[in-house]
Nanobody, 121 residues
Framework: VQLQACGGGLVQAGDSLRLSCLFSGGIFSNYAMGWFRQAPGGEREFVAARSQKGTMTDYADSVKGRFTISRDNAKNMVYLQMNSLKPEDTAVYYC???????????????WGQGTEVTVSS
């Protein structure tokens, strides 16, 4: 399984960004997908996850109401729509895949390379 994330950039507080992650090398619909982030000097933390058929979705409290995770099983894509961005959202964002749904980074077997998001105040 390979994951390729893109869509990061430098934006101002209040702006929006949409991150995309392309899945290949497996059957996408068999995998739960998650987004995680790691700020400079910080640990990798959970942002959002969506189950294989989209019946389960979870968000970190810090992003609830602002971020939306979605997936398109026909295109092997998972997205993270980020609205009302804040400087504290600045981090490298990673998409991840696993056969089992989880909010824990350690549970995910496959990771993308990360895409950097910088939010200026």
């Amino acid at each position: 399984v390979q994951l390729q994330a893109c869509g990061g950039g430098l934006v101002q507080a209040g702006d929006s960004l949409r991150l995309s992650c392309l899945f290949s090398g497996g059957i996408f619909s068999n995998y739960a997908m998650g987004w995680f982030r790691q700020a400079p000097g910080g640990e990798r933390e959970f942002v959002a996850a969506r189950s294989q058929k989209g019946t389960m979705t979870d968000y970190a409290d810090s992003v609830k109401g602002r971020f939306t995770i979605s997936r398109d099983n026909a295109k092997n894509m998972v997205y993270l729509q980020m609205n009302s961005l804040k400087p504290e959202d600045t981090a490298v964002y990673y998409c991840a895949a696993d056969l089992y749904y989880s909010q824990k980074p350690a549970q995910y077997d496959y990771w993308g390379q990360g895409t950097e998001v910088t939010v200026s105040s």
